[in-house]
């Protein structure tokens, strides 16, 4: 039979944990230790808990970390981890140098459901949902775990839609008996989930990063199909009227596809249904994946484009390209992986 996974479980799990398997009370906290402040393997490493603790434990749980089963590297220092989940799928996980910043991207489901027309793992369609253990694993079992700075959840799937297992995992990372990590230090990127957003905003403090690609319902529409039914006046409406305290950010994504969404007319949009909000947008450059109709505006335009968005008054960064010769866009890796192993 298969163990269950400590890693990754809050600290009220663990309690109800130690409940389950009758150890005292105060074991909970001790198991936390052991799981995010220190590097053990195994249960026989905790040793503040008696051997006959330690072998109630072992009989139904584990650790459960598990290694990555590939990695490519950048020239640019950017490394992309193939990990591999709920049995025979594989997401992936970035980790991204810069200066002093060492970012990890980490994925929240295996595939995803949301389709966006421009996105390798939207065509790899939903495979499932990762749990807390295998999102906080691709962080935990990084070769570069101890330099990591930042954490964006930017990776394979729509953290929002798998939410109880992505606000466990912030939990984790951002609670004293966790990592103990300042939320100013996570971002949480989504489509716009409507339903989900405002829960992730009231049970966790950290960034949200809100995927817009469009100011019109109808281009957004044939970009994201989530426009259909949770559309971006609502997302806007939500961020503008919950209180968000000093330290939180609030950004918007914006790929920019040549001759589609990177006009004055868009400008000019953006500046109008963003009004009144502090906030950023992250222009991005579309990185072409198999067969996609859309491609990036050249340089000179994506600089008139952020220029131009600055002159409204918008504070508008342009993202730095990173692991263009790995295989910058996301899914790519995992779909190559997953397509060798169909062949075999
Ligand atoms: S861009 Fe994000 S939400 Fe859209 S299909 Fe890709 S992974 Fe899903």
Redesign the pocket.
């Known amino acids: 039979m298969q163990k269950e996974k400590l890693y990754g479980k809050t600290l009220n799990e663990l309690i109800a944990i130690t409940k389950r398997v009758k150890l005292p009370g105060f074991a909970a906290k001790q198991i936390a230790d052991w799981l995010y402040k220190k590097e053990i393997q195994t249960i026989g490493e905790m040793t503040n808990l008696s051997k006959k603790m330690r072998e109630l434990l072992s009989n139904d749980y584990e650790i459960g970390l598990s290694a990555p089963v590939n990695m490519t590297t950048s020239s640019d220092g950017t490394k992309k981890y193939l990990f591999n989940v709920l049995n025979d799928k594989y997401i992936e996980t970035a980790y991204i140098p810069d200066d002093d910043r060492a970012t990890i991207c980490v994925s929240s489901q295996a595939g ?1 459901k ?3 027309i421009f ?1 390798m ?2 065509r790899q369609g939903f495979q499932g949902n990762l749990s807390s253990n295998e999102i906080l694993n691709q962080f935990r079992s990084l070769p570069e775990f101890r330099s990591l700075t930042n954490m964006v959840y930017m990776g ?3 953290p929002l839609d798998n939410i109880n297992e992505v606000l466990k995992s912030l939990d984790i990372m951002t609670n004293e008996w966790g990592y103990g990590w300042s939320p100013t230090r996570i971002t949480v990127s989504t ?1 716009g989930l409507t339903g989900s957003i405002r829960e992730f905003l009231e049970n966790s403090r950290c960034h949200l990063a809100v ?1 817009l690609h469009s100011p019109f319902d109808d281009e957004r529409r044939k970009l ?1 199909p989530v426009q259909r039914t949770n559309t971006v006046e609502e997302v806007i409406d939500i961020i503008r009227n919950f209180d968000f305290n000093s330290q939180r950010r609030v950004s918007f994504e914006y790929i920019l596809f040549k001759g589609i969404n990177d006009t004055p007319r868009h400008v000019k949009e953006l500046a109008r249904i963003l009004n009144g909000i502090k906030c950023r947008i992250n222009i991005i450059r579309f990185h072409h994946i198999p067969e996609s109709i859309y491609f990036s505006p050249d340089d000179r335009t994506i600089i008139n484009f952020k220029e131009a968005l600055n002159a409204k008054g918008i504070l508008a960064t342009i993202r730095a390209s990173r692991g263009e010769d790995i295989g910058a866009a ?2 790519l890796l995992s779909t190559l992986e997953q397509n060798k192993n169909k062949k075999v």
Request: glycine residues 26%; charged residues 5%; negative net charge.
């Open positions: 995803c949301m389709g966006c996105c793992t939207g394979m799937g729509e489509v995927s994201m996301c899914g």
